[in-house]
């Protein structure tokens, strides 16, 4: 498993934009943000403002299909969606 941060900018209390990060963000030397690397760029990005940053684990759900594939699908063989996956963008 690996950890993906999603890093949200915020803008009249609706989400403007997202980015995800395979490494956590550094805060920025006033305070006021953060930096990361972008993972579908793969830039260095810096995010001031009214931001959030969310931590999840990635690649869980894949674990638990390999173990044990049967569990993943109900009597008419349909794959069933996990309950614990949000959709992020």
Do not use: C
């Amino acid at each position: 498993m690996k950890t993906v941060y999603v890093i949200t900018m915020w803008s009249g209390g609706r989400p403007a934009k997202k980015w995800k990060s395979e490494s956590p963000p550094e805060t920025t030397q006033q305070g006021t943000g953060v930096s990361f690397v972008s993972t579908g760029t793969r830039l260095h990005v810096t995010v001031i403002g009214n931001i959030s940053v969310e931590e999840y684990e990635s690649g869980k759900e894949e674990l638990e299909m390999g173990l044990n594939p049967t569990e993943s699908y109900t009597d008419n063989d349909t794959p069933l969606k996990p309950s614990n996956v949000e959709r992020l963008f």
